[in-house]
Protein backbone atom coordinates (compact mmCIF):
# COMPACT_ATOMS: atom_id res chain seq x y z
CA UNK A 1 0.00 0.00 0.00
CA UNK A 2 1.25 3.33 -0.77
CA UNK A 3 2.26 5.78 1.75
CA UNK A 4 -0.21 8.51 1.72
CA UNK A 5 1.28 10.87 4.46
CA UNK A 6 3.63 11.88 0.67
CA UNK A 7 1.21 11.65 -1.46
CA UNK A 8 1.13 14.94 -3.54
CA UNK A 9 -2.60 16.43 -3.66
CA UNK A 10 -4.81 15.75 -6.10
CA UNK A 11 -5.16 17.76 -9.12
CA UNK A 12 -7.08 21.35 -8.48
CA UNK A 13 -6.79 20.26 -4.09
CA UNK A 14 -4.82 22.58 -2.11
CA UNK A 15 -1.98 20.69 -0.06
CA UNK A 16 -2.99 19.40 3.06
CA UNK A 17 -2.24 21.57 5.79
CA UNK A 18 0.66 20.62 7.90
CA UNK A 19 0.53 20.94 11.61
CA UNK A 20 2.69 23.91 13.37
CA UNK A 21 6.61 22.97 14.52
CA UNK A 22 5.95 22.81 18.32
CA UNK A 23 8.39 25.91 18.88
CA UNK A 24 5.62 28.08 17.02
CA UNK A 25 3.21 26.39 18.63
CA UNK A 26 5.15 27.32 22.33
CA UNK A 27 5.56 30.93 20.88
CA UNK A 28 1.99 31.46 20.22
CA UNK A 29 0.43 29.60 23.12
CA UNK A 30 2.51 32.14 25.62
CA UNK A 31 1.36 35.44 22.94
CA UNK A 32 -1.77 33.97 23.48
CA UNK A 33 -1.57 33.80 27.08
CA UNK A 34 -0.05 37.23 27.70
CA UNK A 35 -2.10 38.96 25.69
CA UNK A 36 -5.61 37.64 27.77
CA UNK A 37 -3.37 38.33 30.78
CA UNK A 38 -2.54 42.11 29.78
CA UNK A 39 -6.37 42.28 29.39
CA UNK A 40 -7.13 41.30 32.84
CA UNK A 41 -4.46 43.29 34.29
CA UNK A 42 -5.89 46.36 32.71
CA UNK A 43 -9.87 45.78 33.71
CA UNK A 44 -7.73 44.84 37.21
CA UNK A 45 -6.18 48.21 37.46
CA UNK A 46 -9.10 50.26 36.57
CA UNK A 47 -10.45 49.80 40.11
CA UNK A 48 -6.66 50.54 41.98
CA UNK A 49 -7.88 50.42 45.48
CA UNK A 50 -9.88 47.64 45.34
CA UNK A 51 -7.06 45.76 44.04
CA UNK A 52 -5.00 47.26 47.29
CA UNK A 53 -7.46 45.99 49.24
CA UNK A 54 -8.32 42.65 47.81
CA UNK A 55 -4.28 41.88 47.16
CA UNK A 56 -3.83 42.87 51.17
CA UNK A 57 -6.58 40.75 52.39
CA UNK A 58 -5.07 37.94 50.36
CA UNK A 59 -1.83 38.77 52.16
CA UNK A 60 -3.54 38.97 55.36
CA UNK A 61 -5.52 35.74 55.26
CA UNK A 62 -2.70 33.74 54.06
CA UNK A 63 -0.35 35.06 56.66
CA UNK A 64 -2.69 33.42 59.19
CA UNK A 65 -1.29 30.06 58.06
CA UNK A 66 1.67 30.71 59.47
CA UNK A 67 1.20 32.85 62.47
CA UNK A 68 -0.85 29.76 63.47
CA UNK A 69 2.61 27.83 63.27
CA UNK A 70 4.31 30.53 64.99
CA UNK A 71 1.81 30.31 68.11
CA UNK A 72 2.48 26.32 67.74
CA UNK A 73 6.43 26.86 68.59
CA UNK A 74 5.36 29.02 71.28
CA UNK A 75 4.76 25.45 73.02
CA UNK A 76 7.13 23.17 71.49
CA UNK A 77 10.55 23.27 70.53
CA UNK A 78 10.43 21.79 67.69
CA UNK A 79 8.18 19.84 65.42
CA UNK A 80 9.40 16.79 63.70
CA UNK A 81 12.84 16.82 64.89
CA UNK A 82 12.90 20.73 62.86
CA UNK A 83 12.81 24.29 64.34
CA UNK A 84 10.92 27.04 63.05
CA UNK A 85 13.64 28.71 61.03
CA UNK A 86 13.41 25.26 59.00
CA UNK A 87 9.87 24.79 59.20
CA UNK A 88 10.09 28.63 57.58
CA UNK A 89 11.79 27.33 54.66
CA UNK A 90 9.69 24.61 54.01
CA UNK A 91 6.58 27.11 54.25
CA UNK A 92 8.31 29.98 52.44
CA UNK A 93 9.04 27.46 49.67
CA UNK A 94 5.84 25.82 49.34
CA UNK A 95 3.95 28.78 49.35
CA UNK A 96 5.95 31.06 46.68
CA UNK A 97 5.50 28.06 44.74
CA UNK A 98 2.09 27.54 44.70
CA UNK A 99 1.32 30.79 45.05
CA UNK A 100 3.19 31.35 41.56
CA UNK A 101 1.32 28.50 39.62
CA UNK A 102 -2.20 29.37 41.36
CA UNK A 103 -1.49 33.57 39.89
CA UNK A 104 -0.67 31.50 36.65
CA UNK A 105 -3.04 28.85 36.16
CA UNK A 106 -5.12 28.57 39.07
CA UNK A 107 -8.18 29.56 36.68
CA UNK A 108 -7.86 26.77 34.88
CA UNK A 109 -9.41 24.78 38.32
CA UNK A 110 -13.11 26.46 36.88
CA UNK A 111 -12.89 25.04 33.64
CA UNK A 112 -15.48 22.53 34.41
CA UNK A 113 -18.18 24.97 34.76
CA UNK A 114 -17.28 25.60 31.30
CA UNK A 115 -17.83 22.43 30.25
CA UNK A 116 -21.27 22.25 31.83
CA UNK A 117 -22.85 25.50 30.45
CA UNK A 118 -21.28 25.61 26.76
CA UNK A 119 -19.39 28.36 27.21
CA UNK A 120 -16.20 26.31 26.60
CA UNK A 121 -17.63 26.51 22.72
CA UNK A 122 -16.40 29.98 22.57
CA UNK A 123 -12.95 29.51 23.40
CA UNK A 124 -12.85 26.67 20.69
CA UNK A 125 -13.70 29.82 18.06
CA UNK A 126 -10.82 31.98 19.26
CA UNK A 127 -8.01 31.75 16.99
CA UNK A 128 -5.79 31.33 20.12
CA UNK A 129 -4.34 27.66 22.00
CA UNK A 130 -6.91 26.53 24.35
CA UNK A 131 -4.94 25.52 27.23
CA UNK A 132 -3.57 29.22 27.06
CA UNK A 133 -7.08 30.69 26.89
CA UNK A 134 -7.68 28.47 29.67
CA UNK A 135 -5.23 29.35 32.31
CA UNK A 136 -5.21 32.98 31.43
CA UNK A 137 -9.15 33.75 32.17
CA UNK A 138 -10.00 35.83 34.88
CA UNK A 139 -6.24 36.17 35.58
CA UNK A 140 -6.51 37.55 39.15
CA UNK A 141 -3.62 39.84 40.11
CA UNK A 142 -4.41 39.72 43.47
CA UNK A 143 -3.26 36.66 44.77
CA UNK A 144 0.05 38.07 44.57
CA UNK A 145 -0.94 38.38 48.10
CA UNK A 146 -0.07 34.84 48.47
CA UNK A 147 3.41 35.20 46.51
CA UNK A 148 4.68 38.06 48.49
CA UNK A 149 3.55 36.49 52.02
CA UNK A 150 5.09 32.99 51.32
CA UNK A 151 8.66 35.16 49.97
CA UNK A 152 8.46 36.90 52.95
CA UNK A 153 8.90 34.51 55.66
CA UNK A 154 10.96 32.20 52.49
CA UNK A 155 13.42 35.69 52.95
CA UNK A 156 13.31 35.43 57.09
CA UNK A 157 13.81 31.68 57.48
CA UNK A 158 16.82 31.55 54.87
CA UNK A 159 18.54 34.01 57.31
CA UNK A 160 17.15 32.48 60.11
CA UNK A 161 18.14 28.59 59.10
CA UNK A 162 21.57 27.40 60.46
CA UNK A 163 23.00 26.60 56.90
CA UNK A 164 25.96 27.99 55.78
CA UNK A 165 24.80 28.96 52.12
CA UNK A 166 26.33 28.88 49.04
CA UNK A 167 26.31 29.09 45.73
CA UNK A 168 25.05 26.09 44.74
CA UNK A 169 22.74 25.66 47.71
CA UNK A 170 21.49 29.35 46.32
CA UNK A 171 20.91 27.98 43.14
CA UNK A 172 19.38 24.53 44.31
CA UNK A 173 16.79 26.80 46.05
CA UNK A 174 16.56 29.19 42.89
CA UNK A 175 15.81 25.70 40.74
CA UNK A 176 13.45 24.21 43.50
CA UNK A 177 11.34 27.52 43.46
CA UNK A 178 10.93 27.30 39.57
CA UNK A 179 10.24 23.53 39.61
CA UNK A 180 7.93 23.50 42.07
CA UNK A 181 5.75 26.11 40.43
CA UNK A 182 5.86 24.04 37.24
CA UNK A 183 4.99 20.90 38.83
CA UNK A 184 1.69 22.93 40.51
CA UNK A 185 1.05 24.10 37.03
CA UNK A 186 0.72 20.28 35.69
CA UNK A 187 -1.35 19.68 38.46
CA UNK A 188 -3.50 22.71 37.54
CA UNK A 189 -3.38 21.86 33.97
CA UNK A 190 -4.09 17.77 34.76
CA UNK A 191 -6.87 18.33 37.02
CA UNK A 192 -8.87 20.60 34.19
CA UNK A 193 -7.83 17.93 31.89
CA UNK A 194 -9.68 15.13 33.94
CA UNK A 195 -12.87 17.88 34.16
CA UNK A 196 -13.98 17.25 30.25
CA UNK A 197 -15.03 13.49 31.56
CA UNK A 198 -16.17 14.81 35.31
CA UNK A 199 -17.66 17.98 35.36
CA UNK A 200 -18.01 18.46 39.25
CA UNK A 201 -14.35 17.82 40.11
CA UNK A 202 -12.92 20.67 41.22
CA UNK A 203 -12.79 19.51 44.56
CA UNK A 204 -10.34 16.96 43.52
CA UNK A 205 -7.96 18.93 42.27
CA UNK A 206 -8.10 21.13 44.99
CA UNK A 207 -7.52 18.93 47.00
CA UNK A 208 -4.21 17.67 45.63
CA UNK A 209 -3.56 21.12 44.75
CA UNK A 210 -4.16 23.43 48.12
CA UNK A 211 -4.22 20.40 49.97
CA UNK A 212 -0.84 19.52 48.61
CA UNK A 213 0.32 23.03 49.67
CA UNK A 214 -0.55 22.85 53.04
CA UNK A 215 0.97 18.78 53.27
CA UNK A 216 4.62 20.44 52.28
CA UNK A 217 4.35 23.26 54.46
CA UNK A 218 5.25 21.11 57.35
CA UNK A 219 8.49 17.75 57.80
CA UNK A 220 7.69 14.55 55.85
CA UNK A 221 8.72 12.64 59.01
CA UNK A 222 5.27 13.61 60.98
CA UNK A 223 3.26 11.90 58.29
CA UNK A 224 2.84 7.85 57.79
CA UNK A 225 5.50 6.35 55.19
CA UNK A 226 2.60 6.06 52.67
CA UNK A 227 1.46 8.89 52.35
CA UNK A 228 5.24 10.10 51.80
CA UNK A 229 5.64 7.47 49.10
CA UNK A 230 2.23 9.03 47.43
CA UNK A 231 3.54 11.90 46.87
CA UNK A 232 7.60 11.06 46.06
CA UNK A 233 5.97 8.48 43.35
CA UNK A 234 2.69 8.79 42.65
CA UNK A 235 1.84 12.36 42.57
CA UNK A 236 5.67 13.61 43.03
CA UNK A 237 4.76 16.60 45.02
CA UNK A 238 7.90 15.67 47.35
CA UNK A 239 10.18 17.43 44.50
CA UNK A 240 8.47 20.73 44.83
CA UNK A 241 10.15 21.30 48.35
CA UNK A 242 10.60 18.24 50.82
CA UNK A 243 13.94 16.44 48.87
CA UNK A 244 15.84 19.62 48.34
CA UNK A 245 15.11 21.31 51.40
CA UNK A 246 15.83 18.22 53.15
CA UNK A 247 19.25 18.28 51.53
CA UNK A 248 19.70 22.06 51.71
CA UNK A 249 18.94 21.25 55.66
CA UNK A 250 21.84 18.46 55.68
CA UNK A 251 18.80 16.14 56.41
CA UNK A 252 18.36 12.55 55.52
CA UNK A 253 14.78 12.15 53.38
CA UNK A 254 12.29 9.13 55.49
CA UNK A 255 12.65 6.59 52.03
CA UNK A 256 16.15 6.29 52.10
CA UNK A 257 16.47 7.51 48.35
CA UNK A 258 20.11 8.28 46.53
CA UNK A 259 21.63 11.67 47.16
CA UNK A 260 21.27 12.37 43.40
CA UNK A 261 17.47 12.17 43.80
CA UNK A 262 17.59 15.45 46.24
CA UNK A 263 18.12 17.06 42.49
CA UNK A 264 15.47 15.55 40.66
CA UNK A 265 12.94 18.69 40.91
CA UNK A 266 13.47 19.62 37.24
CA UNK A 267 13.51 16.89 35.43
CA UNK A 268 10.73 15.68 37.39
CA UNK A 269 8.85 19.38 36.45
CA UNK A 270 9.18 18.32 32.56
CA UNK A 271 8.05 15.10 32.50
CA UNK A 272 5.01 16.38 34.63
CA UNK A 273 4.10 18.88 32.21
CA UNK A 274 4.70 16.64 29.60
CA UNK A 275 2.05 14.32 31.06
CA UNK A 276 -0.26 17.11 32.20
CA UNK A 277 -0.07 18.18 28.06
CA UNK A 278 -0.66 14.60 27.01
CA UNK A 279 -3.86 14.39 29.21
CA UNK A 280 -5.27 18.29 28.17
CA UNK A 281 -5.10 16.88 24.58
CA UNK A 282 -7.13 13.13 25.44
CA UNK A 283 -9.58 15.90 27.34
CA UNK A 284 -10.16 18.80 24.22
CA UNK A 285 -10.59 15.61 22.08
CA UNK A 286 -13.18 14.08 24.22
CA UNK A 287 -15.14 17.06 24.63
CA UNK A 288 -18.24 16.63 22.52
CA UNK A 289 -20.24 19.89 23.42
CA UNK A 290 -23.33 20.24 25.57
CA UNK A 291 -25.93 19.81 23.10
CA UNK A 292 -29.11 21.10 22.50
Do not use: K
Not at 72 to 84: P, R
Not at 160 to 187: K, Q, S
Not at 256 to 285: E, F, I, K, S, T
Amino acid sequence: MADTAHAPAAAGQPPAARPAPAHRSVRDGVRAYLLIVRMWMRSTMAYRTSFAFTTLGNFAATALDFVTVVLMFSHIDALGGFGLPEIALLYGTTSVSFGLSDLLAGNAGALGDRVRDGTFDILLLRPAPLVAQVAADRFALRRLGRVTQGAAVLGWGVLRVDVGWTPAGAALLAVTLLAGTAIFCAVFVTGAAFQFWAGDASEVQNSVTYGGNTLLQYPPGIFGRELVRGVTFVVPLAFVNWMPVLHILGRPDPLGLPGWADYLGAPVAVLCCALAGLAWRAGVRSYRSTGS
